[in-house]
């Protein structure tokens, strides 16, 4: 059924929104690890809502899944750099510090090069001047991961709707029968007097 699937969808968000925040987090990417955070928040918010027939949390996740894709897209289109955006950009980290994605350096087949940095003593007196042999180069890992929250997000849009129409059919068709009459009994035991009050007066 819908419900179902949409129980589905929203697992499958949560573990792909949790993989993707240890990794940004591993990368000091403070402005995913934000929405990365609400997104959890509100599929959980979502997930709640399909299991307790809660239209309304429904709803909310599904306007959430709308903006939860223009996101995506803006960091397909920074990694990609349309326009004026530059990968190499400390955005993503709200110009904080310097921190780039973590697969720019740990990505399949990637090797770093370090050299030591004239006169540093310490902690700090190698510095990486290169990564090279990457299979597939971080900015293409970045983009599969926000095309994947895209796609899981459309569909969940989608049968969120659905979901959402079907619970408000049920509670219309609820309504219709009475399912919401606050004085079911006093209507009932009224026109049993009203009976009873018929039948004692009745000529002999």
């Known amino acids: 059924t819908g419900r179902c ?6 697992t499958l968000q949560l573990v792909a929104a949790l993989e993707r925040q240890v990794f940004d987090f591993l990368g000091y990417q403070w402005g995913p690890i934000l929405a990365n955070f609400l997104h959890i928040v509100v599929t959980i918010l979502g997930l709640f809502g399909t299991l307790q027939y809660r239209p ?5 996740y599904a306007i959430w899944a709308a903006i939860w894709v223009t996101w995506n897209v803006f960091l397909i289109c920074f990694y990609l750099e349309v326009g004026d955006l530059n990968k190499e950009s400390d955005l993503l980290t709200f110009h904080v510090s310097q921190h780039q994605s973590w697969w720019s350096e740990h990505g399949p087949g990637c090797v770093r090069k370090e050299a030591p940095v004239a006169g540093v003593v310490g902690l700090e007196s190698h510095s990486y001047v290169s990564v090279i042999g990457c299979t597939v180069e971080y900015q293409y890992i970045e983009v599969m991961h926000s095309a994947l929250q895209i796609l899981l997000a459309l569909l969940g849009f989608v049968y969120a709707c659905y979901v959402t129409s079907v619970f408000t059919e049920e509670e219309d ?3 219709f029968i009475g399912g919401f009459d606050p004085f079911p009994m006093y209507h009932v035991n009224e026109k049993s007097n009203q009976l009873l009050f018929k ?3 009745l000529p002999a």
Do not use: E, N, P
Request: charge should be neutral.
């Open 56 to 60: 309304r949390y429904v709803i909310a």
């Open 5 to 10: 699937t949409l129980i589905l969808l929203c």
């Open 199 to 201: 039948q004692t007066y």
């Open 173 to 175: 068709s609820f309504d």
